[in-house]
């Protein structure tokens, strides 16, 4: 098997390990301290960036200390995912970094 390789996605200049095993029964997860994401590898790709997406903001909210709640967290991963999908922006490198993290 070969070694996946180290992706890292970057959040306020903070690189994080992008990996693929949250705990059981969740989707997508932070670990702030040792600064990785994971989002699930049963998640397909589209709805992955949706999860990398709303970590993202876990991790701008607790790096600004904004202290924002898992109900806020989700309204503005969707308000802000929908203004941008709205509007023409792709999310493809978003994807494909998901992607290059499940290579095997
Ligand atoms: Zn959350």
Same mark, same amino acid.
């Given at each position: 098997m070969k070694k996946r390789p180290v992706v %890292?996605? *970057?959040?306020?200049?903070?690189? %994080?390990?992008?990996? !693929?095993k949250p705990d059981e029964g969740y989707l997508?997860? /932070? &670990?702030?301290?040792?600064?990785? /994401?994971?989002?699930? &590898?049963e998640v397909p790709l589209d709805e992955g960036v949706d999860v990398l997406f709303h970590e993202a903001l876990h991790g701008i909210?607790? %790096?600004? *200390?904004? $202290?924002l709640s898992e109900h806020k967290v989700k309204l503005l991963e969707a308000g802000v995912l929908q203004f941008l999908r709205?509007?023409?922006? $792709?999310? !493809?490198?978003?994807?494909?970094?998901i992607q290059k993290s499940r290579n095997r």
């Open positions: %890292h996605v *970057d959040i306020l200049s903070k690189p %994080h390990r992008l990996s !693929t997508g997860q /932070i &670990e702030y301290t040792s600064r990785v /994401i994971s989002v699930s &590898e909210s607790f %790096h600004l *200390d904004l $202290k709205a509007n023409g922006v $792709k999310l !493809t490198p978003l994807k494909r970094l």
